[in-house]
């Protein structure tokens, strides 16, 4: 009986593929072009969007011109984005606003396109050339429109590329610090500090900071060590100053300490090896 069930549902399934295949065919086949433009756009409808593109893609000269013509390519821009294939409907959407410069949706096409740089962000561990480009694009949005609704939408991804990008910079001062090149780790967690006062994060970056700065005196040659080890104080200070009431502050605070103990050390070793000469 179960195979039986399992014949009947596998040659249901082929009698409707069959009869899919002939429609489409009926279809690519004719050349009424309203009749093709009605079927695109059923299948658009339907979430056939690969079948519906190529419809669209067919009926880009015929129509080109008239009045269907706009809402054609807005169709077929919109295609590719459901089809995940976000190159291809930035550019479509990029070439709706040339073409449609006035249209009602000049704006809403003008964030897709923004938004599909946004989509295109890939892993932390790649280049962020597509979540840079998603941020500026979002910022010139808001700026193009300042009263639009997407707005607050276009501010969140900006927020959100902007940490993915804090992240990646944060890796890779962990990465220099771990790694034992404290100079590079040194410069790369100031840069997160620099790059993103806002973050809740800044005070252990700062710390970073002092401490990279302190190893790198630390491991360094002896003519080298009071300049570098002055360096780590001069980072503490702007420490107190950013963060007074830091609960990092008296941590910071040692490796300054360590530093002008040092410096200390190394000039009284100085003065006696230059009184016995």
Do not use: W
């Given at each position: 009986?179960?195979r039986l069930f399992?014949?009947?549902?596998?040659?249901a399934?082929?009698?409707?593929?069959?009869?899919?295949?002939?429609?489409?065919n009926k279809?690519?086949?004719?050349?009424d072009?309203?009749?093709?433009?009605?079927?695109a756009?059923?299948y658009?409808?339907?979430?056939?969007?690969?079948?519906?593109?190529?419809?669209?893609e067919?009926?880009?000269?015929?129509f080109?011109?008239?009045?269907?013509?706009?809402?054609?390519?807005?169709?077929?821009?919109?295609?590719f984005?459901y089809?995940?294939?976000?190159a291809?409907?930035?550019?479509?959407?990029?070439?709706?606003l040339?073409v449609?410069?006035?249209?009602?949706?000049?704006?809403?096409?003008?964030?897709?396109?923004?938004y599909c740089?946004?989509?295109?962000?890939?892993?932390?561990?790649?280049?962020q050339v597509?979540t840079?480009k998603?941020?500026?694009?979002?910022?010139?949005?808001?700026?193009t429109?300042?009263?639009?609704?997407?707005?607050?939408?276009?501010?969140?991804?900006?927020?959100?590329?902007?940490?993915?990008?804090?992240?990646?910079?944060?890796?890779?001062?962990?990465?220099y610090?771990?790694?034992?090149?404290?100079?590079?780790a040194?410069?790369?967690?100031?840069?997160?500090?620099?790059?993103?006062?806002?973050?809740?994060?800044?005070?252990?970056y700062k710390?970073?900071?002092?401490?990279?700065?302190?190893?790198?005196?630390?491991?360094?040659y002896?003519?080298k060590?009071?300049?570098?080890?002055?360096?780590?104080?001069?980072e503490?200070?702007?420490?107190?100053d950013?963060?007074?009431?830091?609960?990092?502050?008296?941590?910071?605070?040692?490796?300054s300490?360590?530093?002008?103990?040092n410096?200390?050390?190394?000039?009284?070793?100085?003065t006696?090896?230059a009184?016995?000469?």
């Amino acid at each position: 009986m179960m195979r039986l069930f399992k014949l009947f549902l596998a040659s249901a399934f082929l009698l409707v593929l069959v009869s899919s295949c002939n429609k489409y065919n009926k279809v690519t086949k004719s050349k009424d072009y309203d009749y093709k433009l009605k079927m695109a756009d059923e299948y658009f409808s339907k979430g056939k969007y690969k079948i519906a593109q190529e419809l669209y893609e067919e009926l880009f000269p015929v129509f080109k011109g008239t009045i269907k013509f706009e809402e054609l390519y807005y169709k077929d821009a919109y295609c590719f984005y459901y089809m995940k294939s976000y190159a291809d409907a930035e550019n479509l959407f990029k070439g709706f606003l040339e073409v449609f410069p006035n249209s009602a949706k000049a704006e809403e096409v003008d964030y897709m396109r923004s938004y599909c740089f946004y989509r295109q962000s890939p892993k932390l561990e790649l280049e962020q050339v597509n979540t840079i480009k998603a941020m500026g694009m979002m910022q010139t949005f808001i700026n193009t429109h300042p009263g639009s609704e997407r707005n607050k939408e276009a501010t969140e991804i900006i927020d959100k590329c902007r940490a993915k990008l804090e992240m990646k910079e944060h890796r890779a001062a962990e990465l220099y610090y771990n790694m034992g090149q404290y100079r590079a780790a040194a410069i790369a967690f100031t840069n997160l500090t620099n790059n993103y006062p806002e973050s809740l994060k800044g005070e252990e970056y700062k710390l970073k900071t002092v401490k990279a700065y302190y190893k790198f005196a630390k491991m360094s040659y002896e003519d080298k060590q009071i300049e570098r080890y002055e360096k780590v104080i001069t980072e503490y200070q702007d420490f107190t100053d950013r963060y007074p009431e830091s609960k990092l502050l008296k941590e910071a605070e040692s490796f300054s300490n360590l530093s002008i103990n040092n410096i200390k050390a190394i000039k009284y070793e100085q003065t006696q090896t230059a009184a016995k000469r």
